[in-house]
Nanobody, 120 residues
Framework: QVQVVESGGGLVQPGGSLRLSCAAS????????MGWYRQAPGKERELVAD???????NYADSVKGRFTLSRDNAKNTVYLQMNSVKPEDTAVYYC??????????????WGKGTLVTVSS
């Protein structure tokens, strides 16, 4: 069994910072892409940032210059450092990791999400 669990969400004031973590555990042979998505109330889920195993990182225009994705491959963990947050960053943040559980089989695994609320 493979689990992907996010942590670090909470209430933060506009202009503040927050760091999200997402750790994968279980029967893991390897991990390729790691990424963060978010879903605000009444909106569709959208990409925030993702990273390939080769180290290429892609950000949504709305978070460029404010959010930073990093990954610790040894710990099967991906982080999202959120700086200068805005009320429009309020959403449930989900982690997705492409995990190989054998030499020939891999797929996307999603976490259950962590709520980030930006409010004064």
């Amino acid at each position: 069994q493979v689990q992907v669990v996010e942590s670090g969400g909470g209430l933060v004031q506009p202009g503040g910072s927050l760091r999200l973590s997402c750790a994968a555990s279980g029967r893991i042979v390897g991990i390729n892409a790691m990424g963060w998505y978010r879903q605000a109330p009444g909106k569709e889920r959208e990409l925030v940032a993702d990273s390939t195993s080769a180290g290429m990182t892609n950000y949504a225009d709305s978070v460029k210059g404010r959010f930073t994705l990093s990954r610790d491959n040894a710990k099967n963990t991906v982080y999202l450092q959120m700086n200068s947050v805005k009320p429009e960053d309020t959403a449930v943040y989900y982690c997705k990791q492409y995990i190989w559980i054998s030499g020939s089989y891999g797929r996307d695994y999603w976490g259950k999400g962590t709520l980030v609320t930006v409010s004064s």
